[in-house]
């Protein structure tokens, strides 16, 4: 098939806005290869800093620019989590800063430079003695290159280095001494467009070629002429051109000044060649990269030196053998396609038999007898590795090899070791399955394009006119990663965009959304979780900042299901914006749902806005303006529980009905999953839940019941939140059918001011023990601890009032968690087990414990006010 034939068979005036991978996934039944699988892709966007790296950075805190030395924690993109020297494992005072923006330096900057270094007050409080501690880091051996953090070389991954009009030098693919001149046209996320210098206003099928930045092809100005390699263009080129015109072109590129700033990245990641062991005349299989179809006898026909020799496919044809016109290919010991003989039959593969050969079957002996020739031995090739996760039915991006500017749809058909055969999506006409290596750079993850803005070929279906609808947000099944699953490449994309944003239109274009970490959290976000968020995003496209904002939102709550339910987009009549699909994973299961973003500037703040109330956190949070001192909302003073008086949301329908009568299940009705083994109960007194109440688990905030891992999987989530609680509480039909037992006297809780409403009558969950009778002391039931008394609500009670309780038990050295995480009298009635184990990073022991007494405040409280 010609190359312009396949290129004919691809739809033209293809959308890619019209593509989503992850629809097509789910219609297909599919997975995606795991991102990891692509190497190349992830050095590409790695910027040389690792964790681990030290480095000096200016303290916030001090007034007169002093520099302290701070370690490199996690790297995401040009962002850097840093740890200043002297909190070791202490992570409270953990900050985020870009590369290209912060005050960054490599170790022994300061002192060069005649700046003081003195280290933040939190360090100086750990360490008095903190001048000795100062000298043990400096004189540490991992400090961050210089390179990385000033010049021109500062936050930028090794594939942006290679700007287009920059030129290098390409090796011949059929010659390892013959290399020539390529400029860059065009970068995408390393995998580069070249033009051979000379070959202005020739065909692009004949004067440009893509490689991606790592192939070992491609080299840096001088590279020719540093090992011996004669400097002309390949002999396919040569025609096109009088002798004297290449020579001319040949001086001008020798006269360019060369740019060596980049030697030592450009290398630092290109895998390396071994020394291979073959001699002219040895017969292997091959894959012909030209046209990677089918596996077929070739031959070495030449040695270069211990890295490179030339393979060329077998042809018995008389006018082959006269003129060889077989084109021979450039091959290295690590070459993807070469294989031993019997390899095919082995591995259960056809081998297609050389043009021009005789017979029925094809067979490795007779066919060496017949040319005389010997095969190429196991050890000249490398061995497969058994570690790779690729499988059969998994879906990519791939490269068209007869028409490499189209990037396809792909998927897996076969496994064989290391190599894959591949099926491409969106040809008119179907061509043969591809035959590729796991580690070839012409394959990608899905969503690459989409990430890097280059158009998908992707195969259409006819468009049907359906009404919009939007899903319930419920468990789905573990899938490819998310388009946005990746937090390095959506940051990319977004600082693509904020590089153009001056020659855009500024109606698109969001500013800075900045992250309040010292406004109120509210009952859905994790405070801890939002100190570490970056301090800002943007600027750039209104919809990839504001998708990127609500992702690590969702990602810093104690429950993401839960807030992906808040943002979800539940009504038609609420589309006025972009529609976006988010995620979210909690407790192994997969959430999605469909979220509003709004598409213009004008628009950010209130969006931004709205969507704090919806959190029920302060509407500062996050948002354009940067709050510094004081919250113009005085939110500082408020708590859980009096927040949602100011800024909560109002619901009248009760607790854990799903909105706007949507379900997941047909006709609208909830089924009852199969309930899984209970596990053995972990608490004396623990509250019994009515069959409605089963299928509507809370999951408010910080945390729901602990109920719902009792449920299949099939049921969806509920919906309540924090400032429901009460109304599911003082529900009288949730206790209609209690009896009431009278109390036993127990020690007091901590001291709060009594309500000045009446007591309500007390009222007990129903037991199967009697408690109205004192255990005998011999009795098991003497080790229970007596129930509390409680003189005021749980529900009224303050932190500082949970703080004092926790403290009179046993658990008092835990207090300062509640205290750090604002858990009030409502906070502390949700908790459970699970959760607390999760969000207060606490082993089993403890956690049992301390949810042990949480049990007793529940039980009295049911006891003295659920009535």
């Known amino acids: 098939m010609s190359h312009e034939t396949l290129e004919s068979d691809v739809d033209s005036g293809q959308d890619v806005s019209e593509f989503n991978w992850d629809d097509y996934l789910e219609e297909n039944g599919a997975l995606s290869v795991p991102h990891h699988a692509f190497k190349h892709v992830d050095q590409g966007l790695q910027t040389g800093l690792s964790p681990g790296m030290k480095l000096e950075v200016c303290v916030r805190s001090d007034t007169e620019g002093a520099y302290w030395v701070a370690t490199i924690i996690t790297t995401c993109g040009q962002l850097l989590l840093l740890r200043y020297e002297g909190y070791q494992d202490d992570r409270r005072a953990d900050f985020w800063c870009d590369i290209m923006t912060a005050d960054l330096h490599p170790l022994g900057w300061s002192r060069q430079q005649g700046r003081p270094m003195r280290p933040p007050e939190g360090v100086r409080e750990k360490h008095p003695d903190w001048e000795a501690l100062l000298e043990k880091a400096l004189a540490d051996t991992c400090s961050a290159p210089a390179h990385l953090l000033e010049g021109a070389q500062r936050g930028c991954n090794p594939a942006d280095l290679l700007s287009p009009g920059m030129s ?16 860059i046209e065009e970068n995408v996320a390393g995998r580069l467009r070249l033009r051979y210098a000379g070959t202005e206003g020739l065909p692009d099928s004949q004067a440009t070629l893509w490689l991606f930045y790592l192939n070992p092809l491609l080299h840096l100005p001088g590279w020719a002429q540093e090992h011996g390699c004669t400097f002309r263009p390949p002999a396919a080129l040569l025609p096109l051109r009088t002798e004297e015109e290449w020579e001319e072109v040949r001086q001008t590129i020798a006269n ?16 390396s060649i071994s020394p291979h062991s073959f001699t002219e005349g040895m017969k292997l299989e091959a894959v012909d990269p030209s046209a990677p179809f089918c596996i077929s006898p070739a031959t070495v026909v030449k040695v270069f030196d211990e890295k490179f020799f030339l393979v060329r496919m077998d042809d018995l044809r008389e006018e082959a053998q006269t003129d060889q016109s077989g084109r021979p290919f450039l091959c290295h ?24 050969y005789q017979g029925q079957d094809f067979d490795w002996a007779d066919y060496l007898k017949q040319c005389e020739a010997e095969a190429a031995a196991q050890h000249c090739f490398p061995a497969d590795p058994s570690d790779q996760c690729f499988k059969e039915s ?33 040809l008119k006409q179907p061509v043969p399955e591809l035959i590729v290596h796991i580690d070839s750079m012409d394959i990608f993850p899905v969503s690459w394009c989409e990430t890097n803005g280059y158009p998908l070929q992707y195969p259409c279906k006819p468009k049907v006119e359906k009404q919009r609808k939007i899903a319930v947000v419920q468990p789905e099944k573990h899938r490819a990663l998310p388009k946005d699953s990746s937090p390095d490449a959506l940051k990319q994309q977004i600082n693509s965009q904020s590089e153009s944003a001056g020659q855009t239109n500024g109606k ?45 939102l969702i990602n810093s709550a104690y429950k993401p299901s839960r807030v992906l339910r808040e943002l979800q987009l539940d009504q038609e009549g609420r589309w006025q914006g972009h529609g976006e699909t988010l995620k979210a994973k909690y407790k192994g299961k997969s959430y999605r749902a469909t979220v509003e973003i709004v598409r213009t500037a004008d628009r950010v703040a209130e969006f931004c806005r709205k969507t704090c109330i919806k959190l029920e956190c302060c509407p500062n949070l996050f948002g354009p303006r940067m709050v510094l001192e004081h919250c113009s909302e005085n939110c500082s003073v408020l708590t859980k529980t009096k927040y949602t008086y100011y800024y909560g949301k109002k619901k009248s329908r009760r607790v854990g009905r799903p909105p706007g009568g949507h379900s997941n299940l047909e006709g609208g009705v909830k089924r009852r999953g199969r309930r899984r083994k209970r596990r053995k109960q972990l608490f004396v007194h623990k509250k019994r839940r009515s069959s409605a109440s089963l299928d509507n688990t809370p999951a408010g905030s910080p945390q729901g019941s602990g109920e719902e891992e009792d449920l299949d999987e099939d049921d969806s989530l509920s919906e309540d939140s924090g400032s429901e609680l009460q109304d599911e509480l003082m529900d009288d039909s949730e206790y209609s059918e209690k009896k009431s037992q009278p109390p036993t006297p127990s020690p007091s809780p901590p001291e709060t001011p009594r309500p000045t409403r009446r007591r309500r009558k007390a009222r007990s969950p129903s037991y199967s023990d009697d408690e109205n009778q004192p255990p005998s002391p011999k009795s098991p039931r003497s080790e229970v601890p007596q129930k509390l008394c409680l003189d005021s609500s749980p529900l009224e009670w303050s932190v500082t009032d949970v703080v004092r309780f926790i403290r009179t038990t046993d658990c008092a050295p835990l207090a300062r968690i509640f205290l750090d995480q604002e858990i009030d009298g409502q906070a502390l009635l949700l ?34 006010f659920a009535s």
Not at 259 to 269: A, G, L, R, V
Not at 837 to 849: F, R, S, T, V, Y
């Open 333 to 356: 010991r690590e070459s993807p396609g070469l294989f031993p003989a019997q390899w095919s039959l082995k591995n259960g593969v056809k081998l297609s038999p050389p043009p021009g």
């Open 168 to 183: 290098v030098e390409v090796l011949d693919s059929g010659d390892a001494k013959v290399a020539w001149c390529g400029v």
């Open 394 to 426: 998994m879906m990519l991006e791939a490269v068209n090899p007869l028409s490499p500017e189209n990037i396809h749809v792909a998927t897996v058909t076969k496994v064989r070791g290391q190599h894959i055969w591949i099926r491409l999506e969106g």
């Open 508 to 552: 698109y274009c969001c500013p800075k959304i900045y992250f309040n970490h010292r406004c109120f959290s509210g009952p859905y976000l994790n405070k801890g979780r939002i100190a570490e968020l970056p301090q800002c995003v943007g600027p750039g496209n209104c919809v990839l900042v504001l998708k990127e904002v609500l992702t690590l």
């Open 831 to 864: 908790l459970n087990l699970p959760t607390v184990q999760e969000c207060m990073d606490l082993k089993l022991g403890p956690a049992i414990k301390l949810c042990h007494h949480i049990e007793r405040v529940k039980l009295a409280f049911y006891q003295q």
């Open 256 to 271: 360019q000044p060369q740019d060596c700033s980049i030697t030592e990245e450009f290398y630092k990641d290109r895998p």
